[in-house]
């Protein structure tokens, strides 16, 4: 990361309240970014303006926004967050609108800003920013909102109500350089994690791949090495698998002992589904030699660690038999779209119900080997430990064991006397869940939830839990999931773990007060689940090149 971009994060990551414009303004203009500082975060995309954070504070968010030629943002105000804009690239046309007496809007002026210009609004401001240079010229802004822009009001020329608002949602960055972000899964409304809010997490900066020179090569123990390009794989037979896939250090910053590593949230986990040709076909055509015993898999990413100077590429192995197994995958697509760059574009390998660092993006190299790897994120990171007979061992994180979350209610939420509904998800790696339990007094007493939504053999299922509360009072709740092997999920977390593998469950409070609110009745609650279940029914069969809804859904 630039010096610049540097200080300007660690100047906003110090605030305390939300900045005003005149503070945001004085920053912008001591600091004096240009596009070189923002190169990292520079991405355009056909059809509407691009999007891309910098990083979500506490009381900011910094984006920057790439416009191709002719692309315009929606006349629109930002809802309670003041905005300073600093033109990086090219020149910005501003158009001010206002309301006119019939409650339609009306613009009153237009204006240009050349490069290096600052463009302040206040929250109400009611305006639209347009790339309409000459030629082809792009025009690349930086905008800081805050408090941070959750929500964005949309009005349009022939009608005088406002339109849609528009939700402002985005992955949360724990770390910008290299990202490290979190799906905001406290949101989850569907079965299928949406791409632009599916985590990631990276070791190293993003490698950037052109796919016309780009090549998968195929080596090692096998009768047949070769290189293949992605127009000769992506013409083998494709398969398509539904799964969630967690990071082994999600829920990292929960542990009472600090580990370290990127301090994760509950968010580094998603479920997708991911299209591809079976790593099987391609060993099959390499045809393994008899002394292979395992596929090892290497990304272009490169980089070093702090306890390991020498620059090496990301590199994880698998042993054959989940390597040949027909559901482990050399994804192309992830929910029906090509792999966007942070997600591996152009391959990566996809391993089903195990933990996500065995999935490695950007693969340009499959080894078959004779003899177990050893490597960096094979045995100095991604480790657990286990007890055995003779004390403990060091094991590889591989399938992820069972785990649940609430979704809902959010920690600290007041609730009303009557009946609550409680909604989470739960998966259990390679096994399936077969029950989830929730405790509404701290772990003295367990109820069923109910399973909900689809359901597919890798997929983290939905639940929910109705909850009839007599008493007003502070309650404690936790979830608990068993597997189709019989295994229960974790009241705690077992220290062998280290930073790994955090699957126990993690209470919640939450506050109940006498008339808070009118208690939904059972009816009511019967009829949002139901729209809850046509709902995930739905997504699981639409066409996959759409975005799902992901709202803020309330419990009833
Ligand atoms: N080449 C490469 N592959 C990688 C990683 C990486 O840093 N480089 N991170 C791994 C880890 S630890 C996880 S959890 C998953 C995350 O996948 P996602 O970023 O697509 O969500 O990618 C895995 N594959
Ligand atoms: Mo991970």
């Avoid at 300073?84 to 019939?102: C, D, E, I, K, M």
């Avoid at 272009?300 to 020498?310: F, S």
């Avoid at 974790?490 to 939450?510: E, K, M, N």
């Avoid at 009511?524 to 029914?537: C, G, V």
């Amino acid at each position: 990361m630039s010096a610049k971009l540097d200080a300007l994060l660690q100047t906003l990551d110090r605030l305390e309240k939300p900045a005003t414009l005149a503070e945001l303004h004085a920053l912008l203009q001591k600091l004096k970014l240009t596009a070189a500082d923002l190169a990292e975060c520079m991405r355009f995309a056909d059809g509407q303006y691009q999007r891309n954070s910098v990083r979500a504070g506490r009381w900011y968010h910094a984006w920057v926004l790439c416009w191709k030629n002719g692309q315009r943002s929606p006349i629109h105000d930002h809802r309670g967050s003041a905005c300073a804009v600093q033109v990086l690239r090219g020149t910005l046309t501003q158009t001010a609108f206002a309301f006119a007496p019939n409650g339609h809007v009306k613009a009153t002026g237009s204006e240009d800003f050349p490069v290096g210009s600052l463009v302040l609004s206040a929250d109400q401001d009611l305006h639209q920013v347009s790339n309409l240079q000459a030629g082809d010229a792009d025009l690349v802004t930086l905008h800081i909102y805050s408090p941070p822009l959750t929500r964005m009001g949309t009005y349009t020329l022939t009608d005088r109500t406002r339109g849609e608002d528009v939700w402002v949602e985005e992955r949360k960055f724990v770390t910008a350089f290299p990202e490290n972000s979190e799906t905001p899964v406290e949101n989850v409304q569907g079965w299928v994690t949406p791409n632009s809010l599916f985590f990631v997490r990276n070791h190293f900066p993003e490698p950037s791949i052109n796919r016309a020179e780009w090549r998968l090569q195929v080596a090692g123990c096998v009768e047949r090495p070769r290189t293949w390009t992605w127009e000769e794989l992506t013409a083998l037979p494709q398969r398509s698998v539904f799964a969630t896939v967690e990071c082994a250090g999600n829920g990292r910053s929960f542990l009472k002992q600090v580990m370290p590593g990127v301090q994760w949230g509950a968010g580094a986990i998603g479920h997708a589904e991911w299209t591809g040709v079976p790593l099987r076909t391609v060993l099959d055509q390499a045809a393994l030699k008899p002394e292979a015993v395992e596929i090892l898999f290497e990304g272009a990413d490169r980089g070093t660690e702090a306890d390991r100077p020498a620059p090496m590429n990301f590199q994880r192995s698998l042993p054959l038999a989940k390597a040949l197994d027909p559901n482990t995958l050399l994804v192309t697509r992830m929910n029906g779209e090509l792999l966007q760059p942070n997600h591996g574009f152009p391959l990566r390998l996809f391993v089903p119900g195990w933990y996500g660092v065995a999935s490695v993006k950007w693969l340009q190299r499959i080894e078959a080997i004779n003899a177990p790897y050893r490597g960096y994120y094979q045995n100095q990171k991604y480790t657990v430990q286990r007890r055995t007979t003779q004390g403990v061992e060091t094991v590889v994180v591989g399938p992820m064991p069972a785990k649940s979350e609430i979704i809902r209610p959010k920690a600290g939420a007041a609730l009303g006397v009557g009946m609550n509904r409680i909604f989470g998800v739960a998966w259990a790696g390679e096994e399936a869940v077969v029950r989830v339990e929730v405790s509404t007094d701290g772990g003295q007493s367990w109820s069923q939830a109910e399973l909900i939504g689809p359901r597919a053999p890798y997929s983290w299922v939905m639940w929910e839990y109705l909850w009839e509360v007599a008493a007003a009072g502070d309650y404690t709740l936790l979830a608990r999931t068993t597997d189709s092997a019989g295994r229960v999920q974790a009241s705690d977390h077992d220290p062998l773990l280290g930073g790994y593998q955090i699957t126990f469950s993690r209470p919640l409070q939450v506050q109940v007060a006498a008339g808070q609110r009118a208690a939904a009745q059972h009816a009511d609650a019967e009829a949002i689940l139901f729209d809850m279940n046509a709902f995930a029914d739905e997504n699981s069969r639409l066409p996959l090149d759409v975005e799902l809804h992901f709202s803020a859904g309330e419990g009833i």
